[in-house]
Nanobody, 123 residues
Framework: QVQLVESGGVSVQAGGSLRLSCAAS????????MGWFRHAPGKEREGVAAIDSGGSASYADSVKGRFTISKDNAKNTLYLQMDSLEPEDTAMYYC?????????????????WGQGTQVTVSS
């Protein structure tokens, strides 16, 4: 069982930056495939970024060049650095984890989820 707790979501102006964190409770955290997803009202859930145990990452086209996913295995924490934020980035952001080695941004393969943290970007 893995428990995930997100933090760092706030309201910012367009062009600003934020770093989201996802703290995980799992002895085998470093072996999990981790990802960030977002869900905005009236839209489908969207995969944002994902990273495997070796540090290889995948990004949605909408965030490439602006967002960076990383993980600190010593702290059991996943991060999402978000730069050049746009109003379209406004959403609830969730982190997920799975024991599969690589599932890209397919949410259906993720087993564990956090409660989410709200990001609001104003123009």
């Amino acid at each position: 069982q893995v428990q995930l707790v997100e933090s760092g979501g706030v309201s910012v102006q367009a062009g600003g930056s934020l770093r989201l964190s996802c703290a995980a409770s799992a002895y085998t955290y470093s072996s999990y495939f981790m990802g960030w997803f977002r869900h905005a009202p009236g839209k489908e859930r969207e995969g944002v970024a994902a990273i495997d145990s070796g540090g290889s990452a995948s990004y949605a086209d909408s965030v490439k060049g602006r967002f960076t996913i990383s993980k600190d295995n010593a702290k059991n924490t996943l991060y999402l650095q978000m730069d050049s934020l746009e109003p379209e980035d406004t959403a609830m952001y969730y982190c997920g984890a799975t024991e599969f080695k690589w599932v890209g941004l397919s949410a259906s393969f993720f087993t564990y989820w956090g409660q989410g943290t709200q990001v609001t970007v104003s123009s």
